[in-house]
C-alpha cells in the first residue's frame, strides 16, 4: 500500500512509496482503511525533532475512516463501522485513569517504540503510535472511536486532536468564564478551536495574535474579536485590560519565548494555559517572587485536559448545533501525493489545517 515516510529526523520532505505493509494485527488490534486524515503542526515537530519519534516514521495521528478486520476479543466494534482514530485513548487501570485524568493515561505511548509498518528495507514507526498518512493502519481497538453517520470523515479527522486540543484548553483546562477577557497567541488550528472554545464559553474580548495576516484574518471569522500581530499586543493590552492583562492567555505555539510573552500578558491572578507542545531542551523561566507575588495560574493542557471520548462527543454537538465551524478549519485539501505541497504551506501558516484524502 501506499504510505508518506520519514526516512530521518530533520528531513523537511516525506517520501510517499507503495511498497509498505501493515504489522502488529492481532488480539485486541483493528485494521483501518484511512479515508481522510489532519496534517497538524505536532507531525511537523515530530519530523524535525522537537517531539520525540523514532524513524523511519510514517507521520499522522488526525484520521479517520473504516473498520476492515477486527482482531479476537475486540468488542464494539464491526466490519465497515466509520471511526475516528484517537492517538491517546485511556486503558481505563492506570492510575491517571483511574484518578479521572485519563487524557494523562500513558498506556498507548509506551507502545509507540513498537513498529506499526514494514517495508523491504526495514520497519517504520507510525507517529504517536497511530501513523495515518498511508491507505491502511492496525492500532489497538481503543484508538478506533465509533463516529455518526452525518459526521464526515475529514470532520471526523480534525476531532481527533486539534479540534478536541484547543476546545478543551478553553473549556476543561481553563474553564474560561463568561465575559472574560481572552488572549490566543498562535492561531492555527488548535488555536482557532481555542478560539471557538472562548466564544462558546461567553468570553467577551477574544484577541487572536499570530504573525501571518491570513491567519489573524481567519480568526475574525472563527469568533475573535479583534486579532493583532504580536508587535501589537501589548497595545491591544493597555487599550482593552487598562494595562492590567487578560483574564485568560493561551499559548498555542510551544515555544519559551511566547509563553514568558503569554506570562507577562496575564493578569495578576489570571490564567495562562499553555497548549503548544514544545521541545525538552527549551525551558520557560518564572523568578520566584513573581511566582509568588503575581498568584498567575500556569495550566498546561494535555489533548484539551478532560475525558476525550466526551470531548469528542461534545465537538460533534456543538457543531451539529452550529456553535462551533469545523469545514471552516480545513483551508487546504491534498491528495496524498501532494503531502510536502501541504507541509509548505503549514509552515508558512498559509493553512489552518490540511486535509489529506486517502
Known sequence: ???????????????????????????????????ATGLCHSD??????????????????????????????????SQGDRVLVCWLPACGACASCKRGQSHLCLASLMNSGVPNFKRPGGEVFGFAGTGTFTEEVVVGAGCAVPIPDDVPFEIAALIGCGVTTGLGAAINTAQVEAGSSVAVIGCGGVGISAIQGARVQGAAQIVAVDPVAPRREAALKFGATEAVSPDELADAKQRITAGEGFDYVFEVVGKSATARTAYETTRRGGTLCIVGAGAMDDLFQVNMFELFFDEKRILPSMYGGGD?????????????????????LITHRVRLDSINDALDQMRTGEALRTCIEI
Do not use: C
Open 44 to 77: 511537523i515537530s515530530a519530523m524535525n525533532g522537537v517531539l520525540p519519534q523514532p524513524a523511519p516514521f510514517v507521520p499522522g495521528h488526525e484520521g479517520a475512516g473504516e473498520v476492515i478486520d477486527i482482531g479476537d476479543g475486540v468488542t464494539g466494534l
Open 1 to 35: 500500500m501506499r504510505a508518506a515516510v520519514l526516512h530521518e529526523i530533520g528531513q523537511d520532505k516525506l517520501e510517499v512509496l507503495d511498497d509498505i505493509e501493515t504489522v502488529g494485527f492481532g488480539p485486541g488490534k483493528v485494521k483501518l482503511r484511512i479515508r
Open 308 to 328: 476525550v471520548l466526551r470531548s469528542y462527543e461534545r465537538a460533534i454537538a456543538l457543531w451539529r448545533a452550529g456553535r462551533i465551524d469545523l469545514a471552516g
